[in-house]
Protein backbone atom coordinates (compact mmCIF):
# COMPACT_ATOMS: atom_id res chain seq x y z
CA UNK A 1 0.00 0.00 0.00
CA UNK A 2 1.28 3.10 -0.85
CA UNK A 3 1.38 6.24 1.46
CA UNK A 4 -1.36 8.65 0.14
CA UNK A 5 0.40 12.79 0.44
CA UNK A 6 -2.51 15.16 0.66
CA UNK A 7 -1.41 16.92 -3.06
CA UNK A 8 -2.08 13.20 -3.86
CA UNK A 9 -5.34 12.55 -3.39
CA UNK A 10 -8.83 12.21 -5.49
CA UNK A 11 -12.40 13.01 -4.12
CA UNK A 12 -12.22 9.06 -2.48
CA UNK A 13 -9.57 9.70 -0.81
CA UNK A 14 -11.06 12.78 1.20
CA UNK A 15 -12.44 11.92 4.57
CA UNK A 16 -15.76 13.30 6.30
CA UNK A 17 -13.99 15.00 9.34
CA UNK A 18 -10.93 16.09 7.67
CA UNK A 19 -10.07 19.09 10.01
CA UNK A 20 -7.03 21.84 8.88
CA UNK A 21 -5.91 24.73 10.45
CA UNK A 22 -4.87 26.36 7.51
CA UNK A 23 -3.74 30.05 7.68
CA UNK A 24 -4.28 33.04 9.69
CA UNK A 25 -3.89 36.58 8.75
CA UNK A 26 -3.23 39.55 10.58
CA UNK A 27 -5.11 42.92 9.26
CA UNK A 28 -3.61 45.96 8.71
CA UNK A 29 -5.42 49.47 8.13
CA UNK A 30 -4.00 50.03 4.65
CA UNK A 31 -5.69 46.78 3.24
CA UNK A 32 -8.45 47.47 5.26
CA UNK A 33 -9.18 50.95 3.67
CA UNK A 34 -7.26 49.67 0.31
CA UNK A 35 -10.10 46.72 0.11
CA UNK A 36 -12.60 49.21 0.90
CA UNK A 37 -11.31 51.94 -1.96
CA UNK A 38 -12.34 49.10 -4.34
CA UNK A 39 -14.99 47.26 -3.53
CA UNK A 40 -17.21 48.72 -0.08
CA UNK A 41 -16.27 52.05 -0.18
CA UNK A 42 -17.92 53.45 3.11
CA UNK A 43 -16.50 55.76 6.01
CA UNK A 44 -16.57 53.01 8.31
CA UNK A 45 -14.06 50.82 6.26
CA UNK A 46 -11.76 53.53 4.30
CA UNK A 47 -11.88 56.69 6.97
CA UNK A 48 -10.81 56.26 9.95
CA UNK A 49 -11.01 59.43 11.22
CA UNK A 50 -14.73 58.65 10.53
CA UNK A 51 -14.99 55.78 11.88
CA UNK A 52 -13.44 56.39 15.22
CA UNK A 53 -17.04 59.12 15.72
CA UNK A 54 -18.71 56.82 14.43
CA UNK A 55 -21.53 53.69 15.54
CA UNK A 56 -18.79 51.60 14.55
CA UNK A 57 -16.37 52.72 17.07
CA UNK A 58 -13.49 52.87 14.89
CA UNK A 59 -12.02 51.22 11.37
CA UNK A 60 -13.50 47.77 10.09
CA UNK A 61 -13.28 45.54 7.70
CA UNK A 62 -15.36 44.89 4.54
CA UNK A 63 -17.00 41.12 5.15
CA UNK A 64 -15.95 40.50 1.16
CA UNK A 65 -12.05 40.95 3.00
CA UNK A 66 -12.50 38.29 5.25
CA UNK A 67 -14.02 35.79 2.86
CA UNK A 68 -11.42 36.85 -0.06
CA UNK A 69 -8.05 36.60 2.83
CA UNK A 70 -10.12 32.71 3.49
CA UNK A 71 -9.64 32.15 -0.41
CA UNK A 72 -5.93 33.30 0.11
CA UNK A 73 -4.83 31.81 2.76
CA UNK A 74 -6.26 28.02 1.42
CA UNK A 75 -4.40 28.83 -1.93
CA UNK A 76 -1.56 29.09 -0.06
CA UNK A 77 -2.48 26.38 2.07
CA UNK A 78 -3.31 24.12 -1.18
CA UNK A 79 -0.19 24.55 -3.09
CA UNK A 80 1.82 22.97 -0.06
CA UNK A 81 -0.12 20.60 1.15
CA UNK A 82 -3.12 20.19 -0.77
CA UNK A 83 -3.75 18.61 -4.40
CA UNK A 84 -3.79 19.68 -7.74
CA UNK A 85 -3.79 23.39 -7.72
CA UNK A 86 -0.31 23.63 -9.27
CA UNK A 87 -1.35 21.37 -12.53
CA UNK A 88 -4.79 23.72 -13.35
CA UNK A 89 -6.43 20.87 -13.72
CA UNK A 90 -7.47 18.95 -10.40
CA UNK A 91 -7.95 21.88 -8.34
CA UNK A 92 -11.81 22.34 -7.44
CA UNK A 93 -13.74 25.03 -8.34
CA UNK A 94 -15.94 26.34 -5.77
CA UNK A 95 -19.69 26.42 -6.96
CA UNK A 96 -21.95 27.32 -4.09
CA UNK A 97 -21.42 28.88 -0.47
CA UNK A 98 -24.17 28.60 2.25
CA UNK A 99 -24.86 29.98 5.59
CA UNK A 100 -22.11 32.82 5.30
CA UNK A 101 -22.61 34.57 8.59
CA UNK A 102 -20.24 37.68 9.64
CA UNK A 103 -20.26 37.89 13.29
CA UNK A 104 -17.88 40.44 14.87
CA UNK A 105 -16.18 43.48 13.59
CA UNK A 106 -12.25 42.74 12.04
CA UNK A 107 -10.24 45.91 12.76
CA UNK A 108 -7.06 46.77 11.99
CA UNK A 109 -4.24 44.60 14.10
CA UNK A 110 -6.81 41.97 14.51
CA UNK A 111 -5.52 38.25 13.46
CA UNK A 112 -7.62 35.67 12.19
CA UNK A 113 -7.21 31.77 12.10
CA UNK A 114 -9.29 30.00 9.62
CA UNK A 115 -10.76 26.20 10.08
CA UNK A 116 -11.73 24.29 7.22
CA UNK A 117 -13.47 20.71 8.01
CA UNK A 118 -15.32 18.23 5.43
CA UNK A 119 -18.49 17.91 6.76
CA UNK A 120 -20.27 16.23 3.57
CA UNK A 121 -19.84 14.27 0.63
CA UNK A 122 -22.97 14.72 -1.43
CA UNK A 123 -23.61 11.43 -4.00
CA UNK A 124 -22.88 13.25 -7.03
CA UNK A 125 -20.86 13.36 -10.20
CA UNK A 126 -20.45 16.50 -12.03
CA UNK A 127 -19.89 16.56 -15.70
CA UNK A 128 -18.51 12.78 -15.70
CA UNK A 129 -14.80 13.25 -13.46
CA UNK A 130 -15.47 15.53 -10.44
CA UNK A 131 -17.23 14.63 -6.63
CA UNK A 132 -18.61 17.49 -4.26
CA UNK A 133 -16.65 18.23 -1.20
CA UNK A 134 -18.71 19.87 1.14
CA UNK A 135 -16.79 21.74 4.16
CA UNK A 136 -17.90 24.25 7.26
CA UNK A 137 -14.96 27.02 7.40
CA UNK A 138 -14.68 29.09 9.99
CA UNK A 139 -12.66 32.57 11.49
CA UNK A 140 -11.45 32.98 14.58
CA UNK A 141 -10.01 36.28 15.95
CA UNK A 142 -7.10 36.51 18.63
CA UNK A 143 -10.22 36.24 21.11
CA UNK A 144 -11.05 33.52 19.92
CA UNK A 145 -14.50 34.74 19.00
CA UNK A 146 -15.87 33.38 16.12
CA UNK A 147 -16.20 35.86 13.68
CA UNK A 148 -17.39 34.64 10.09
CA UNK A 149 -18.45 31.07 9.07
CA UNK A 150 -19.61 29.61 5.65
CA UNK A 151 -19.83 25.92 4.32
CA UNK A 152 -18.48 25.63 0.41
CA UNK A 153 -19.34 23.02 -2.27
CA UNK A 154 -16.17 22.76 -3.51
CA UNK A 155 -15.36 19.74 -6.48
CA UNK A 156 -12.91 17.58 -6.77
CA UNK A 157 -11.44 15.52 -9.22
CA UNK A 158 -12.46 12.01 -9.29
CA UNK A 159 -9.99 9.00 -9.46
CA UNK A 160 -10.00 7.86 -13.10
CA UNK A 161 -10.84 3.89 -13.23
CA UNK A 162 -8.55 2.90 -15.52
CA UNK A 163 -6.09 4.92 -14.08
CA UNK A 164 -3.00 3.52 -11.39
CA UNK A 165 -2.48 7.04 -10.92
CA UNK A 166 -2.91 7.99 -6.76
CA UNK B 1 -39.23 62.48 7.63
CA UNK B 2 -37.78 58.95 6.74
CA UNK B 3 -37.89 56.97 3.33
CA UNK B 4 -38.72 53.63 4.01
CA UNK B 5 -36.92 50.65 2.36
CA UNK B 6 -39.33 49.96 -0.28
CA UNK B 7 -40.01 46.06 0.42
CA UNK B 8 -40.78 44.58 -2.52
CA UNK B 9 -39.50 46.47 -4.82
CA UNK B 10 -36.53 45.90 -7.60
CA UNK B 11 -33.81 47.88 -8.82
CA UNK B 12 -31.54 47.73 -11.23
CA UNK B 13 -27.59 48.99 -11.17
CA UNK B 14 -25.29 50.34 -13.61
CA UNK B 15 -22.93 48.32 -15.39
CA UNK B 16 -19.05 47.40 -14.57
CA UNK B 17 -16.68 46.05 -17.09
CA UNK B 18 -14.34 43.64 -15.59
CA UNK B 19 -10.72 43.92 -17.71
CA UNK B 20 -7.87 41.38 -17.72
CA UNK B 21 -6.13 44.09 -15.36
CA UNK B 22 -8.79 43.71 -12.54
CA UNK B 23 -9.41 40.36 -12.72
CA UNK B 24 -5.61 39.35 -12.38
CA UNK B 25 -4.89 42.20 -9.92
CA UNK B 26 -7.70 40.70 -7.57
CA UNK B 27 -6.58 37.07 -8.13
CA UNK B 28 -3.12 37.78 -7.45
CA UNK B 29 -3.67 39.36 -3.97
CA UNK B 30 -6.58 37.15 -2.84
CA UNK B 31 -7.46 34.00 -5.36
CA UNK B 32 -3.88 32.89 -6.94
CA UNK B 33 -5.15 30.11 -8.79
CA UNK B 34 -4.13 29.51 -12.49
CA UNK B 35 -7.45 30.16 -14.19
CA UNK B 36 -7.89 33.55 -12.80
CA UNK B 37 -3.92 34.25 -13.76
CA UNK B 38 -2.92 32.91 -16.98
CA UNK B 39 -4.76 33.08 -20.33
CA UNK B 40 -3.01 29.45 -21.63
CA UNK B 41 -3.28 27.85 -18.27
CA UNK B 42 -7.18 28.80 -17.92
CA UNK B 43 -7.78 27.56 -21.27
CA UNK B 44 -6.85 24.55 -19.94
CA UNK B 45 -8.53 24.55 -17.27
CA UNK B 46 -12.35 23.73 -16.35
CA UNK B 47 -13.39 26.91 -16.84
CA UNK B 48 -12.15 27.17 -20.59
CA UNK B 49 -10.62 30.59 -20.25
CA UNK B 50 -9.18 33.48 -17.93
CA UNK B 51 -12.10 34.53 -16.03
CA UNK B 52 -12.48 36.29 -12.39
CA UNK B 53 -12.35 34.70 -8.94
CA UNK B 54 -16.09 34.10 -7.82
CA UNK B 55 -14.98 36.18 -4.41
CA UNK B 56 -14.21 39.05 -6.77
CA UNK B 57 -17.57 38.60 -8.25
CA UNK B 58 -19.49 38.70 -4.60
CA UNK B 59 -17.04 41.86 -3.73
CA UNK B 60 -17.72 43.66 -7.01
CA UNK B 61 -21.77 42.92 -6.74
CA UNK B 62 -21.75 44.20 -3.21
CA UNK B 63 -20.42 47.11 -4.24
CA UNK B 64 -23.27 47.48 -7.22
CA UNK B 65 -25.76 46.79 -4.15
CA UNK B 66 -24.53 49.40 -2.46
CA UNK B 67 -23.88 52.05 -4.94
CA UNK B 68 -27.67 51.53 -6.21
CA UNK B 69 -29.40 51.29 -2.94
CA UNK B 70 -27.90 54.40 -1.75
CA UNK B 71 -28.45 56.38 -4.47
CA UNK B 72 -32.12 55.39 -4.52
CA UNK B 73 -32.06 56.80 -1.17
CA UNK B 74 -31.92 53.35 1.35
CA UNK B 75 -29.05 53.39 3.70
CA UNK B 76 -27.54 50.36 2.98
CA UNK B 77 -24.97 49.64 5.39
CA UNK B 78 -23.61 46.28 4.97
CA UNK B 79 -24.39 42.68 3.62
CA UNK B 80 -24.45 40.77 7.62
CA UNK B 81 -25.15 37.32 6.37
CA UNK B 82 -25.34 35.39 3.07
CA UNK B 83 -27.72 32.41 2.93
CA UNK B 84 -26.64 31.20 -0.27
CA UNK B 85 -24.17 32.41 -2.72
CA UNK B 86 -23.89 30.46 -6.27
CA UNK B 87 -21.98 30.94 -9.04
CA UNK B 88 -23.50 29.62 -11.97
CA UNK B 89 -21.21 30.23 -14.60
CA UNK B 90 -17.41 31.83 -15.08
CA UNK B 91 -17.39 35.45 -15.89
CA UNK B 92 -14.38 36.26 -18.41
CA UNK B 93 -12.51 39.09 -18.87
CA UNK B 94 -14.40 42.05 -20.82
CA UNK B 95 -17.52 40.99 -19.29
CA UNK B 96 -19.94 43.69 -18.50
CA UNK B 97 -21.48 42.93 -14.84
CA UNK B 98 -24.64 44.33 -13.31
CA UNK B 99 -27.30 43.68 -10.25
CA UNK B 100 -30.85 43.21 -10.24
CA UNK B 101 -31.87 43.68 -6.81
CA UNK B 102 -34.93 42.56 -4.84
CA UNK B 103 -35.54 43.98 -1.32
CA UNK B 104 -37.65 41.34 0.91
CA UNK B 105 -38.92 41.17 4.19
CA UNK B 106 -37.68 44.25 6.75
CA UNK B 107 -36.88 42.38 10.26
CA UNK B 108 -36.56 44.79 13.72
CA UNK B 109 -33.21 42.76 15.02
CA UNK B 110 -29.32 43.53 13.68
CA UNK B 111 -26.46 42.88 15.48
CA UNK B 112 -24.91 46.26 14.14
CA UNK B 113 -25.78 49.58 16.34
CA UNK B 114 -28.39 52.06 14.50
CA UNK B 115 -29.67 49.63 11.60
CA UNK B 116 -32.48 47.30 10.85
CA UNK B 117 -31.91 44.15 8.69
CA UNK B 118 -33.92 43.26 5.28
CA UNK B 119 -33.79 40.39 2.96
CA UNK B 120 -32.12 40.72 -0.18
CA UNK B 121 -31.58 38.91 -3.25
CA UNK B 122 -29.44 39.79 -5.84
CA UNK B 123 -28.80 38.31 -9.12
CA UNK B 124 -25.70 39.39 -10.84
CA UNK B 125 -25.88 39.43 -14.59
CA UNK B 126 -23.50 40.07 -17.71
CA UNK B 127 -24.36 41.69 -20.80
CA UNK B 128 -26.27 39.38 -22.54
CA UNK B 129 -28.33 39.25 -19.23
CA UNK B 130 -27.02 35.77 -17.72
CA UNK B 131 -27.42 35.43 -14.42
CA UNK B 132 -23.24 34.79 -13.51
CA UNK B 133 -24.64 34.53 -9.46
CA UNK B 134 -26.82 34.53 -7.10
CA UNK B 135 -27.05 36.35 -3.80
CA UNK B 136 -29.61 35.87 -1.02
CA UNK B 137 -28.91 37.90 1.86
CA UNK B 138 -29.49 39.66 4.94
CA UNK B 139 -28.75 43.51 4.80
CA UNK B 140 -28.10 45.70 7.75
CA UNK B 141 -29.63 49.13 6.80
CA UNK B 142 -29.32 52.51 8.92
CA UNK B 143 -32.40 53.50 10.82
CA UNK B 144 -31.37 57.55 10.12
CA UNK B 145 -31.39 57.28 6.10
CA UNK B 146 -28.85 60.36 6.56
CA UNK B 147 -26.48 57.72 6.99
CA UNK B 148 -26.53 56.73 3.61
CA UNK B 149 -25.62 59.99 2.34
CA UNK B 150 -22.20 60.37 4.26
CA UNK B 151 -20.05 58.02 2.23
Known sequence: ?166 | MTTPPFPNSTLCSDTIALDKNAIVAFAARFDPQPYHLDADAAAQSIFGGLCASGWHIAALATRLVSETLLSNGIPFVQMTSVSQLKWHQPTFVNEQISVRIALGAIEEESRIAGTHSQAIEVDVCNEDGAVVATMTATAAMARDPKRAVAS
Not at chain 1, 97 to 106: A, G, K, R, T
Not at chain 1, 143 to 152: A, D, L, P, R
Open chain 1, 1 to 166: MTTLYLRDRWFEDLPVGEFHVFGSHTFSELEIVEFAQTFDPRPESTDPEYARGNHSQGLVASPWLITAMWMRKMVDYMEVYAQGVNDGRRNGAGVAINDLHWFEPVRPGHTLTYTYEIIAKPDRVIREKWGLIRSRNEAFNQYSNKVMQFEIDILAERRPVTSNDA
